[in-house]
């Protein structure tokens, strides 16, 4: 069969034929081209931090790195080759933790010598604090 049908109801039409066509296409793009996909970041921002959440499940910490260089924070993930144990043969694997790395510009608000990371629930937090901001003088100016 030329075509797998993920939804055989809708791949009876030409649109659902090119809709299977093209959503293999997706799912396979970032193999195809040799392209990494960027993992899902949310950033919030609240009065003393900016806090960052990378959704990357089924990983360890100890493989995870970041580094600030010329106000560029980049957080990656890295495993080193799996000694293969002789013992048993892999019949099937789908679990992936594939390497990723991504970068973020830091602008001036930001603390870069108490930037913050932890793992946990397969969320990586990165808390990056602001610097502390300089309080407005008041003045006081007498009436003559």
Partial sequence: MLVRMN????????TGLVNELFAD???????AFGAQQAVPVNIVE??????MEIAAPGRHK????LKVEND??????AIKSETADSSFKTVRKEFKT???SRSFSLNDKV???????KYEDGLLK????????AKPEVKQISVQ
């Avoid at 939804?7 to 030409?14: D, G, K, N």
């Avoid at 296409?25 to 193999?31: A, L, M």
Wanted: glycine letters at 2%; hydrophobic letters at 40%.
């Fill in 111 to 117: 603390n870069a010598e108490a930037i913050a990371a």
């Fill in 25 to 31: 296409f997706d799912q396979n793009r970032s193999k």
């Fill in 72 to 77: 560029l924070l980049t957080i990656g993930y």
């Fill in 46 to 51: 609240t009065e003393d931090a900016f806090h």
């Fill in 62 to 65: 100890e493989h995870f790195s």
């Fill in 98 to 100: 594939d390497d990723f």
């Fill in 126 to 133: 990165v808390l990056l604090p602001k610097k502390a901001a």
């Fill in 7 to 14: 939804h055989p109801q809708q791949a009876r039409t030409w």
